[in-house]
T-cell receptor
Framework: AQKITQTQPGMFVQEKEAVTLDCTYDTSDPSYGLFWYKQPSSGEMIFLIYQGSYDQQNATEGRYSLNFQKARKSANLVISASQLGDSAMYFCAMRDRGENSGGSNYKLTFGKGTLLTVNP | DAGITQSPRYKITETGRQVTLMCHQT?????MFWYRQDLGHGLRLIYY???????DKGEVPDGYVVSRSKTENFPLTLESATRSQTSVYFCASSASGLPGLEAFFGQGTRLTVV
């Protein structure tokens, strides 16, 4: 079963507008973390933002915010005031305890990604 | 230089050959991960390691072998390469297993199996 689901293969947004990238997750581990990474066309993976399962408030980092709805198991990324340089692939990831190790070691699992294109 | 480095950056190999992708990090991070990235699949976890001599299978481990004799190195070996293993491979590391710590990624290795 897919642990991290990103339902939007591609998204378009106008420059200076806000955009929301969807992410839902599935885990039975009460202690988990959610991340968003950006991968520009150059290929490197850039960490954007983190949300812990016990965090009461939504995480924010500059123009990035994470809309964390724990009951719905969703962790959507909101980018405000989009810029042309935001055009990239965006990955949602979850860190929880792996089942193969008997539940003692954390692993990091990624969604399939959303390709964001910012139009001028 | 400090960081996480992968070698080689590009590799072309023939079907059936054994090939090893290297990953080296200078932070003494306990956790290391190997992913493959394919169009339509995103990043899929191959193997991960919580510490030296501790490794676990990820989502797509078949055809791959890992070892972690030293904390700083986490090589990935394709025992008998197949065309389906043509992919971009990313290595990552993080300081511990705590859920809040981000993983740092290498630059990736683009492997082509012909």
């Amino acid at each position: 079963a897919q642990k991290i689901t990103q339902t939007q293969p591609g998204m378009f947004v106008q420059e200076k507008e806000a955009v929301t990238l969807d992410c839902t997750y599935d885990t039975s581990d009460p202690s988990y973390g959610l991340f968003w990474y950006k991968q520009p066309s150059s290929g490197e993976m850039i960490f954007l933002i983190y949300q812990g399962s016990y965090d009461q408030q939504n995480a924010t980092e500059g123009r990035y915010s994470l809309n964390f709805q724990k009951a719905r198991k969703s962790a959507n990324l909101v980018i405000s005031a989009s810029q042309l340089g935001d055009s990239a692939m965006y990955f949602c990831a979850m860190r929880d305890r792996g089942e193969n190790s008997g539940g003692s070691n954390y692993k990091l699992t990624f969604g399939k990604g959303t390709l964001l294109t910012v139009n001028p | 230089d400090a960081g996480i480095t992968q070698s080689p950056r590009y590799k072309i190999t023939e079907t059936g050959r054994q090939v090893t992708l290297m990953c080296h990090q200078t932070w003494s991070h306990s956790y290391m991960f190997w992913y493959r990235q394919d169009l339509g699949h995103g990043l899929r976890l191959i193997y991960y390691s919580a510490a030296a001599d501790i490794t676990d299978k990820g989502e797509v481990p078949d055809g791959y072998v890992v070892s972690r004799s030293k904390t700083e190195n986490f090589p990935l070996t394709l025992e008998s390469a197949t065309r389906s293993q043509t992919s971009v491979y990313f290595c990552a590391s993080s300081a511990s297993g705590l859920p809040g710590l981000e993983a740092f990624f290498g630059q990736g290795t683009r492997l082509t199996v012909v």
